[in-house]
C-alpha cells in the first residue's frame, strides 16, 4: 500500500509547515530507537514523511501524484503503490522490492546494493536545558555523552597493536561478497559487504584487549554543541556524525532536544518579546516614562503616552529575537490597574472629571 505520510504524523492534509514540525518533533522522540519502547521503522517512516512534507516541492509532487518525486515517481499513472496499483510483492516466488536493488547492480557495476547496506552507527539522542536568554542569543555548551566510540588503543581495526593482517578467508580479500539472485528478469549477480572483515580485506591475528577486537567501546565522550540563536523550545538539533562509531562504517547522528526555561517578564511570539506592563490610571491619564530593561542587562526609557488605553501595545525596535532577516521587537502590553478603594478626595475629583464628561 502506498505511504500516508499525513497519517503517518497524524495532520491534516492542509496542515501549517509549524504543525508538521510540530508533529514530526513529537512523533521522532516516541518512536527514536534509543528510547527503551522506540521503533527503529516507525521513526524511519516519521523522517521519511517530515522530509517530503516540510519541503514545499516535494510535498507538492506527493499531494499531486503520490510521490515526492513527481509523475513518474510512483510507477505508472502516478500510483505510488507500483504498476496500476497493483501489489506484486508476494505469493509469486520472487519479491518485487528487489528489483531497485537489481536495476541499481546492473546500472552501477554490481556497487548498487553494497553501497545502500553498508553498516551505519546507531543515532542517538540528548536534552540540553537552556535559559531564556541562551536561546535567544545562542551558546556554546560542552556536554559528556555515553557511547560507542572509536577505540583509542587500535585506531578502529580491532586489532593489537603491531599484530599481523591476514587475508579474510571468507572474502579472500575482496571485502565484499557476490551473490546470485533470482528475479523474475533472470539471474543476477550481486554484491554486499563481507560481514567477516566488514570491507577491509583483512582481519587481524590477534583481537585488541581494549575494544575485543570490535574497533569500538562504550565511553563517555566530551561533545562541544553550538547552539544557534533564536531556537524554540522543544526543537531538536542535529549533529552529524556525532553519534555512535561502527567499525566499518560511517558514525551515526546525534539528535539534540532543546528545553528552553521560562522568563520571570518576557514570553517569545516568533521574532518578537512581548510583556504585559501595569502602570497606575493617574499614569495612564497623564503619560510617563518607564525604565524597560532588555535581555542583554541594558535599560532603556520607554515613553507612556497621556491618554494611552488599557490593553494597547506599544513596541520598542530591534530589541527582539535575531535572525538572519533582521532582530525582532519588543511588544508591550499595557494593563491599567484601577484602584480598588477611593479616598473622599478622590472621589471627589473623580466626580468633578465625571461632570467634565470625561
Do not use: W
Request: charged share 30%; with cysteine.
Amino acid at each position: 500500500m502506498p505511504k500516508n505520510h499525513y497519517e503517518t504524523l497524524g495532520v491534516e492534509k492542509n496542515a501549517t509547515k509549524d504543525e508538521i514540525k510540530k508533529a514530526f518533533h513529537k512523533m521522532a522522540h516516541k518512536y527514536h530507537p534509543d528510547k527503551n519502547n522506540g521503533d527503529d521503522k516507525k521513526f524511519k517512516e516519521v523522517n521519511e514523511a517530515h522530509q517530503v512534507l516540510s519541503d514545499d516541492k516535494k510535498r507538492s509532487n506527493y499531494d499531486q501524484f503520490g510521490s515526492s518525486d513527481g509523475p513518474m515517481g510512483g510507477g505508472y499513472g502516478g500510483q505510488s503503490g507500483g504498476f496500476g496499483g497493483f501489489d506484486f510483492s508476494g505469493g509469486q516466488g520472487f519479491d518485487m522490492g528487489d528489483l531497485g536493488d537489481i536495476f541499481g547492480d546492473m546500472f552501477s557495476g554490481g556497487q548498487g546494493r553494497s553501497s545502500r547496506n553498508s553498516r551505519r552507527g546507531r543515532d542517538i539522542q540528548t536534552q540540553i536545558d537552556l535559559s531564556f536568554e541562551e536561546s535567544i542569543f545562542g551558546v556554546s555548551r560542552k556536554v559528556s555523552i555515553p557511547k560507542q566510540s572509536t577505540c583509542d588503543i587500535c585506531k578502529g581495526t580491532g586489532g593489537k597493536v603491531g599484530t599481523k593482517m591476514n587475508t579474510c578467508k571468507t572474502c579472500n580479500g575482496n571485502g565484499q561478497i557476490r551473490e546470485v539472485r533470482n528475479s523474475i528478469l533472470g539471474s543476477f549477480s550481486t554484491t554486499k559487504t563481507c560481514s567477516t572483515c566488514l570491507g577491509n580485506g583483512s582481519v587481524p591475528s590477534e583481537k585488541c584487549s581494549t575494544c575485543r577486537g570490535e574497533g569500538v567501546y562504550k565511553k563517555q565522550k566530551e561533545l562541544e554543541l553550538n547552539i544557534p540563536a533564536g531556537i524554540n523550545n522543544g526543537e531538536s538539533l542535529r549533529m552529524t556524525g556525532a553519534g555512535e562509531d561502527i567499525q566499518g562504517g560511517p558514525s551515526g547522528d546525534l539528535y539534540i532536544k532543546v528545553n528552553v526555561k521560562s522568563h520571570n517578564i518576557y514570553k517569545r511570539d516568533g521574532l518578537n518579546l512581548t510583556m504585559d506592563l501595569p502602570i497606575k490610571l493617574t499614569d495612564a491619564l497623564l503619560g510617563m516614562s518607564y525604565n524597560l530593561k532588555t535581555l542583554e542587562g541594558n535599560t532603556i526609557e520607554v515613553k507612556i503616552p497621556e491618554g494611552i488605553n488599557h490593553n494597547e501595545l506599544l513596541r520598542v525596535r530591534g530589541k527582539g529575537v535575531p535572525s538572519s532577516r533582521g532582530r525582532g521587537d519588543i511588544i508591550l502590553k499595557i494593563i491599567v490597574k484601577m484602584p480598588s478603594k477611593l479616598s473622599r478626595k478622590s472621589k471627589e475629583m473623580v466626580e468633578k472629571l465625571k461632570e467634565e464628561g470625561l
